[in-house]
């Protein structure tokens, strides 16, 4: 067992050979994280049934599930039903199996073992920048998943945080879960204190439904724990129409908090009303561009990185995410900014961190 840890037993078979394995065994992992990215948020097992055409429900053979190879061959189409396949599926393998090949050579000559431990971190980076692009989500599987992981795999490969102590590797990790959640969760009170609430506006005609969890707006979802933090927050509209279950009304203010449902000068307990269909202009949330999904999310990479890749990763996503605001100023396309979520800045943030992150410490603090 020992033997596949010691790197003059790997030093032996000649590099390249695995670079080749590796960038293969990416590309599979990638067909995975396909599945993960598109069944994740719906609630689907990512286990059962087998891949399958998201359009006609064709099952898909294992001869012709071949990373890379069946996209090409079958041109970007479902063999049965002719459907166009995003060409997400054909990038998100070739970018594991890219991101495989890098680490591998990073890590591959002095930190073998290392290199599963990255791998794994950086196909949960995929998976949440990807769903979190999409749905505004990241999926607790991810987040509390990539928690649980990053510990376990600090127990056994403590190598991660620089000691070689099972115990140091664990308490390392724990410290990083805890800085990173811990900053993040900080920011976020901190946000709620100063900017308070952000307003929304959408095309005439729009509808935004609250359901039993979450509140689905025109272009996105929100789950209600993203919103209601503290007593006082509240959502505001003014609605053109509004129904519930067994009502309806015209022109009127709405005022939803977590105890409290307001319809112009009527209260109702929100737990009574399992839905409501509204069709507004404009919506007063209070949020802001981060979640809690982030804070689980930077705890999980803390729990990998340690605390001080964690604080790093979180500066550079704060430098990238103003940077894209800029420049989406400039492109006068700043609507788009809106429209971003923040996990993508924390996951290129981390993969800065995996890649460079000592060496830019090393030259920003010299000892
Ligand atoms: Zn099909």
Avoid at 23 to 39: E, M
Avoid at 67 to 85: D, E, S
Avoid at 130 to 150: K, M, Q, V
């Amino acid at each position: 067992m020992n033997a596949i840890f010691d790197p003059h037993v790997w030093a032996a078979v000649p590099f390249h050979f695995w670079s080749v394995m590796f960038f293969a065994l990416g590309t599979i992992v990638g067909s995975f994280l396909n599945v993960c990215i598109y069944r994740m948020p719906l609630g689907f097992s990512v286990v059962s049934p087998p891949s399958f055409c998201p359009h006609c429900r064709y099952s898909i053979p294992f001869y012709l599930n071949m990373p890379l190879v069946t996209w090409v061959v079958l041109g970007g189409r479902c063999k049965n039903c002719k459907a166009a396949i995003s060409l997400r599926y054909f990038m998100v393998e070739m970018l594991t199996g890219l991101l495989f090949l890098w680490v591998w050579q990073v890590f591959g000559h002095k930190a073998p073992a290392l290199a599963p431990a990255y791998w794994l971190l950086l196909s949960g980076l995929l998976v949440a920048t990807f769903i979190d692009l999409e749905y505004f989500i990241i999926p607790d599987e991810i987040t509390l998943g990539g928690i649980l992981a990053g510990l376990v795999v600090s127990i056994i490969l403590p190598g991660l945080h620089h000691t070689s102590a099972r115990m140091e590797g664990f308490r390392l990790a724990m410290l990083g879960a805890l800085v990173g959640g811990g900053v993040v969760y900080g920011i976020l009170r901190l946000g709620k204190l100063l900017f308070g609430r952000q307003k929304m506006v959408f095309p005439p005609g729009s509808r935004v439904l609250f359901t039993e969890t979450a509140l689905h707006l025109p272009d996105r979802e929100i789950g209600y724990e993203d919103l209601f933090y503290r007593q006082t927050d509240t959502i505001h509209f003014h609605a053109h129409s509004l129904e519930l279950a067994d009502r309806g009304y015209k022109n009127v203010l709405v005022r939803l908090s977590s105890s409290k449902l307001q319809i112009g000068d009527e209260s109702l307990k929100p737990e009574d009303v399992p839905f409501l269909d509204a069709e507004c202009s404009e919506i007063i949330l209070p949020r802001e561009a981060m979640g809690l999904g982030d804070v689980k999310f930077m705890a999980a990479i803390g729990a990998f990185t340690g605390w001080q890749g964690a604080l790093f990763s979180l500066m550079l996503s704060s430098m990238i995410g103003a940077s894209v605001g800029v420049a989406l100023i400039l492109m006068r396309r700043r609507e788009w900014s809106s429209r971003i979520p923040y996990g993508p800045y924390i996951a290129i943030a981390s993969l800065v961190w995996v890649f460079w992150g000592r060496m830019i410490l090393g030259f920003l603090f010299p000892s």
